[in-house]
C-alpha cells in the first residue's frame, strides 16, 4: 500500500479530496512515495523519471473550450477540494455522460474548478480534472481510464507546498487517489455519474 505524507495531502487541498479521497491512496502498485515530494519535483522536474509529473502544457482535453459545457453553471464540489467545477465533455462521450450509459473510447470529461470564496465561485483558478477513456488494455484494472491534474497557476501557497506548477498524470504515483476513488464510485455507482447531478 502506498501511503503519502500528510503535509504533501494537506497542502495541496485540491487532490486530497479531489475524487473524494480521505487520505492516502489505497490500493496502488506504485512504489513508496518520497518523504518530500515537492523537492524532489523541484530538483527533478519529474518525480517518477518517465514524464508522468513533468510540467507542461496540457496534452489530452487542451481544446476542452470547445468541448460540450454539461453543467449549467458551476457546482461546489466537496470531491474536488471544495472548488467549484464546470464540467466539459467532447462530442465523442457528451450524449453517454448526459445519459449515465457507457463511455466510449475516445470520451474526453475536463472539469475546470475555482477556489470558494463566502459560498460563491471565486476569480482564482484552481485546477483542471482531466479523464480520458482509452482503447482496451490501457488500464484495464481501471476500466482503461487516464486521468490528470493540470495546475499552471496555484496560489503561493500551494505552490510553495508543491514546488511550482503541477501536472500528474497517467501512470504517475500522484494520481493513484483518483483511480481509487473513481474504481469505487464509478463502478459502485455502475457508471461514470455526473458528479453534478450526485446527491451533495
Known sequence: MTTTPRTWLTGLGLVAVACGGTGAPTGSTAGPVTANPAAVARARGDRAGDGTDRFGPLEVGADYLSYRRVTPEPFLSAVHGDRWVDVYVNEVGADAY??????????IVVKTSWQ??????????????IMERRPA???????????????ANPTPDQAGTLGGPLYWRGRSARVAYCYDCHDNYDRGLGGLVPSSVVPR
Open 98 to 107: 448526459l445519459d449515465n450509459s457507457e463511455m466510449p473510447v475516445g470520451s
Open 116 to 129: 470558494d470564496e463566502a459560498g460563491a465561485p471565486s476569480t482564482v483558478p484552481g485546477p483542471l480534472y
Open 137 to 151: 488494455g490501457y488500464a484495464p484494472e481501471h476500466g482503461d481510464w487516464y486521468f490528470a491534474i493540470h495546475w
